[in-house]
Nanobody, 123 residues
Framework: QVQLVESGGGLVQAGGSLRLSCAASGLTFSGYTMGWFRQAPGEERDFVAAITRSGAVRYYADSVKGRFTISRDNTKNTVYLQLNSLKPEDTAVYYC????????????????WGQGIQVTASS
């Protein structure tokens, strides 16, 4: 049974930082591209970042480039998302997701999802 469990969310002031973690189990973690997506109230779920299986290549949404960093530790079956310089518009539920067979920026291509975690940046 595959499980992706996010942690590290919370409430911070605008300009602050958070580090999200997503611990994976029930799958061969190093065989999966990992992604982060987010969904604000009343909005569609949007791509945030993705990282290839080895961690060699990373992709970011334009809205988070230079502020967020995705990384992974295949020895710990964990993917991270460092969120710096948070803005109120970053407020959303953040989801991690796992995908086999290549990289995608589209949520519908991902095979497994976490339950999501709230990130709130107050102005």
């Amino acid at each position: 049974q595959v499980q992706l469990v996010e942690s590290g969310g919370g409430l911070v002031q605008a300009g602050g930082s958070l580090r999200l973690s997503c611990a994976a189990s029930g799958l061969t973690f190093s065989g999966y591209t990992m992604g982060w997506f987010r969904q604000a109230p009343g909005e569609e779920r949007d791509f945030v970042a993705a990282i290839t299986r080895s961690g060699a290549v990373r992709y970011y949404a334009d809205s988070v480039k230079g502020r967020f960093t995705i990384s992974r530790d295949n020895t710990k079956n964990t993917v991270y998302l460092q969120l710096n310089s948070l803005k109120p518009e970053d407020t959303a539920v953040y989801y991690c997701a796992a995908k086999t067979l290549g990289t995608s920026l589209y949520g519908y291509d991902y095979n497994y999802w976490g339950q999501g975690i709230q990130v709130t940046a107050s102005s």
